[in-house]
């Protein structure tokens, strides 16, 4: 008896808001249910690529709390319903979101409280994602794995040939290098990353190219 192979995830990740921040569209074709990884910023932007692929919006997920990851969640939690999700320990930061904004010159958006905590090894809402609790850009910073497709949401934790800032409120230098060689660099060396700022990589070629963490 043949077992029916689940369908590709749909994936459109693309740059938004005054950092260009990558947001990321994580949807599942047999459902059409989908995340909105880091929607920071660009709301009807993120609605009509949403809309264009044919898929509805269940929840707003976030890798972490600096103010460029998450600036138009309010917008699209308001237009949509989604829930929003956020580690527990970058609480401080979401709370704080006008300061952010203020500090880099960007027009404030206000954000809702997130519905639910994100924790380590914790299913996403759907699309079989699975949590990865990654501090050191900041302490709650988070990737989200679908090990199915192949594909890391790395946030600002892992980027091609560089790493994350830890300079910034909360972040730690010591705790990165940690999650990306405990956690990001034992992961399959096929999977594709999806930076939070530019291009995407692989964790293979982070692991042999990286020479700030090297594998």
Not at 17 to 33: F, S, Y
Not at 34 to 40: E, R, T
Not at 148 to 157: C, M, V
Not at 167 to 188: H, M, N, Q
């Amino acid at each position: 008896m043949h077992t029916k192979k689940a369908q590709a995830l749909v994936r459109e990740s693309f740059p938004v808001g005054p950092l260009r921040c990558n947001c990321t569209i994580v949807g599942d074709p047999a459902t059409g249910r989908c995340l909105v990884i880091d929607p920071g910023g660009d709301a009807q932007i993120i609605l009509d690529k949403v809309q264009t692929l044919g898929l509805t919006i269940v929840a707003l997920i976030h890798t972490h709390a600096h103010f460029d990851h998450f600036l138009a969640s309010g917008e699209l939690k308001e237009k949509t319903g989604a829930s929003v999700h956020l580690h527990k320990a970058d609480k401080f930061l979401w709370d704080n979101l006008e300061m952010q904004c203020q500090l880099f010159g960007v027009p404030y958006q206000p954000a809702p409280a997130p519905d639910f905590w994100l924790q380590d090894d914790d299913p996403l809402p759907c699309c079989d994602g699975v949590c990865m609790h990654t501090p050191g850009h900041s302490p709650g910073s988070m990737c989200f794995h679908f090990e199915r497709d192949n594909l890391l949401i790395a946030g600002d934790t892992l980027f091609r040939r560089s790493v994350g800032r830890t300079d910034l409120w909360g972040g730690d230098y010591a705790s990165i290098e940690k999650s990306i060689r405990g956690r990001l660099y034992t992961l399959d060396e096929d999977t594709l990353v999806v930076t939070g700022h530019g291009p995407e990589t692989s964790i293979g070629e982070e692991l042999r190219e990286n020479a700030v963490i090297r594998g």
